[in-house]
């Protein structure tokens, strides 16, 4: 199971911290991500982390400005969002896998908008 949490309503250049709790698999051995999909668009990938948090990975759109981290010890993975901007605006969701879900169940996902 995934729960994402953390989400919410920000101004642009803002920041947020989101978390996504998972339960039920072995989380250690999995690498994480972090996906979005904006209201009429496709569910993108948008972060990797790799087991151990060792290496990570991310989209064009969010480098430079987003930082996934995971605790193993807590079964968590995070993505730090800074400067925020409008087309930030989506559903958050994590999931097993590193450049592309893995296929865990997908949870509710997190709202973020970044709106004036």
């Known amino acids: 199971q995934l729960v994402e949490s953390g989400g919410g309503l920000v101004q642009p250049g803002g920041s947020l911290r989101l978390s996504c709790a998972a339960s039920g698999f072995t989380f250690s051995v999995f690498a994480m991500s972090w996906h979005r999909q904006a209201r009429g668009e496709e569910r993108e990938w948008i972060a990797g982390?790799?087991?151990?948090?060792?290496?990570?990975k991310y989209a064009d759109a969010v480098k430079g400005r987003f930082s996934i981290t995971r605790d193993d010890a807590q079964n968590m993975v995070y993505l730090q969002m800074n400067n925020l901007k409008p087309d930030d605006t989506a559903v958050y969701y994590c999931n097993t896998g590193y450049s592309q879900a893995l296929g865990q169940a997908w949870g509710q996902g997190t709202q973020v908008v970044v709106s004036t």
């Open positions: 982390i790799s087991t151990s948090g060792t290496n990570t």
